[in-house]
């Protein structure tokens, strides 16, 4: 989950919608209209796992704000050129203003995408092995409050646990259920958010 907020307190306790977006239209855009809709696009889903990494002691907000910077700076997050980068490239990247400059994250990001191509070859997919680790279908959590939401959990531990097996890099457990919140395997809209029941019915209809 993105950072939770507390300037939101009095609407949660009165129900609604989830608050950790604030007032703010554009974090509210991405609420209402993106986080939680179940994803399973190869790529997108590497996308959002990429940006989850670069998030890691940063907030949500910040990187969202980056988001086309990113993908412009990064081939559209397109996996198969990405994993082509050479040194060159990595040290342009560092001079670009629009991302986070960080030379760890960068280079997980290359990195990463080598370890999608491998589990593209070897595992049928990448969707197909992210979402095995909840059966191939959204978890729909019933929470009331934001502070009963987890950081981590089992399912994310053991999905971290295979993806740097595998090779990826800035894929902790913490960032790993966030990834798993953004991409709808986990519905933790709280339940008196109107997105909680229009999350539960597109993880049916994505899946028929």
Not at 38 to 45: C, I, S, V
Request: net charge neutral; aromatic share 12%; hydrophobic share 40%.
């Amino acid at each position: 989950m993105p950072e939770k907020k507390t300037a939101g307190a009095a609407k949660e306790a009165s129900g609604g919608a989830c608050p950790w977006p604030g007032e703010d239209p554009f974090y509210r855009a991405y609420h209402d209209e993106e986080w939680g809709v179940p994803e399973f696009d190869d790529r997108a889903l590497f996308e959002k796992l990429v940006l989850d990494g670069f998030q890691a002691g940063l907030s949500w907000i910040t990187i969202l704000r980056k988001r086309e910077n990113f993908r412009e700076a990064f081939d559209g997050f397109d996996p198969e050129r990405i994993a082509r980068y050479k040194s060159a490239k990595i040290e342009k990247l560092l001079l670009n203003e629009g991302i986070i400059r960080h030379r760890g994250k960068i280079e997980a990001t290359v990195t990463n995408a080598r370890a999608w191509l491998d589990i593209m070859d070897q595992n049928g997919g990448f969707s197909g092995f992210i979402w095995s680790f909840v059966d191939g279908a959204p978890q729909q959590n019933a929470w009331t409050r934001i502070k009963s939401v987890p950081a981590e959990t089992e399912m994310s531990q053991k999905l971290s646990k295979a993806l740097k097996t595998k090779g990826f890099r800035f894929c902790g457990p913490t960032i790993v259920y966030a990834f798993a919140q953004a991409v709808g395997m986990v519905n933790d809209h709280l339940v008196t958010c109107p997105r909680h029941e229009e999350c539960a019915r597109l993880g049916l209809s994505k899946r028929s």
